[in-house]
């Protein structure tokens, strides 16, 4: 079975730009996750995605958004990016029982110039 | 809120040597606690989970407790190898059917030959 893929890789944009991340989670899989992680703050939670419902969401600013699809595939977009911004992005997904266990794609790395 | 704190690295073993990195948490309910390992250039993988007080979860030859009481969930291995050098992060999840994990800060681990 295929595991969680992400795309881009790798992304460099300018301040102001926004950006979109696409996040496919493994097949059957329902809930997708979203996480940054940068040296200073490592990881941090951005929001989770259940049958195209946002089901929680972390402590990240409105320029920071999501969505997800009726296939579960899910994309991030941050917008009028920042310096801070740079990171790596996760996505994981999970069945979205209680088993709470999530599968993590490689990233998609952001550096914003 | 939710945190967790491991202990700082990085840490550097001899192949064979014992391991163990520290993880401690604060919590709001009653946390599953997990150990994710992020290898050089790639995402997060589950290393192992336990869901209530006193379970033990392993997974290649490491171990570790939940210990309600110290609210601790340290990392072990009897005798690491040169393929165990990554990064580990101890995370929790509080909140039946939740998928927002909290991690700590992580600790590099390298170990030489």
């Known amino acids: 079975k295929a595991g969680v893929t992400q795309t881009p890789r790798y992304l460099i944009k300018t301040r102001g730009q926004q950006v979109t991340l696409s996040c496919s989670p493994i097949?059957?899989?329902?809930?997708v996750s979203w996480y940054q992680q940068t040296p200073g703050q490592g990881l941090q939670f951005l929001f989770e995605?259940?049958?195209?419902?946002?089901?929680n969401k972390g402590n990240f600013p409105g320029r920071f958004s999501g969505r997800q699809f009726s296939n579960s595939r899910s994309e991030m977009n941050v917008s009028t990016l920042e310096l801070g911004d740079s990171a790596l992005y996760l996505c994981?997904?999970?069945?979205?029982?209680?088993?709470?266990?999530?599968?993590f794609g490689p990233g998609t790395r952001l550096l914003v110039l | 809120g939710n945190s967790v704190t491991q202990m700082e690295g990085p840490v550097t073993l001899s192949e064979e040597a014992f391991l163990t990195i520290n993880c401690t948490y604060t919590?709001?309910?009653?946390?599953?606690l997990f150990w994710y390992v992020q290898y050089p250039g790639e995402g997060l993988q589950l290393l192992l989970k336990?869901?209530?007080?006193?379970d033990k979860g392993s997974n290649k030859g490491f171990e570790a407790t939940y210990r309600k009481e110290t609210t601790s969930f340290h990392l072990e291995k009897g005798s690491v190898q040169v393929s165990d050098s990554a990064v580990y992060f101890c995370?929790?999840?509080?909140?039946?059917?939740?998928?927002?994990?909290?991690f700590g800060k992580g600790t590099k681990l390298s170990v030489i030959p």
């Open positions: 994981a997904s999970s069945l979205g029982d209680n088993s709470q266990t999530q599968y």
């Open positions: 097949s059957g899989h329902r809930s």
């Open positions: 995605y259940f049958s195209e419902t946002q089901r």
């Open positions: 919590a709001t309910g009653y946390p599953s």
């Open positions: 336990a869901t209530k007080a006193d």
């Open positions: 995370a929790l999840i509080t909140g039946a059917g939740s998928y927002q994990l909290t």
